[in-house]
């Protein structure tokens, strides 16, 4: 079975694009401020995580996301992210969520911009 393409105009693509992702400015300042409307999931492996993460997230591994899904909120923005630009676990993860029923965003450029940023880190 094939699948057929329908094509979306680039306004209509940059608009969803922009429309699901976070930047890691915007992301740390609902995080500065306090904001409760944002569920920050780290997707990387839990070697990653323990060497450092976004204070506050949550670490789920991508392959151990489809079992808990349970645990997670479904009334927050869950904001997916991984390691960077390149890698693919959070866009995944965010497909799944999204696929779950969850309001989901990804943070753009994932923890490597986090850090190059100079934003905190949790270990």
């Known amino acids: 079975m094939t699948q057929t393409l329908i094509p979306i105009s680039a306004v209509d693509y940059f608009q969803a694009k922009l429309n699901f992702e976070m930047t ?3 992301l740390k300042n609902h995080l500065d401020k306090g904001t409760k409307e944002y569920f920050v999931l780290d997707v990387r492996s839990p070697e990653d ?3 450092g993460h976004i204070p506050g997230a949550l ?3 991508l392959l ?3 079992a808990k899904l349970a645990t997670l909120p479904k009334d927050k923005t ?3 992210y991984c390691g960077n ?3 693919g676990l959070a866009p995944k993860a965010a497909l799944k ?3 779950a029923g969850f309001k989901v965003m990804q943070l753009t450029g994932g923890f ?3 850090t190059e940023k100079g934003f905190p880190v949790q270990k």
Request: overall charge neutral; some cysteine; aromatic content about 12%.
């Open 49 to 51: 995580f323990a060497k």
């Open 78 to 80: 869950i904001v997916t």
């Open 112 to 114: 490597a911009t986090w």
């Open 97 to 99: 969520l999204a696929q």
């Open 85 to 87: 630009l390149a890698c």
């Open 59 to 61: 670490s789920i591994p």
């Open 24 to 26: 890691p400015y915007s």
């Open 64 to 66: 151990d996301l489809p």
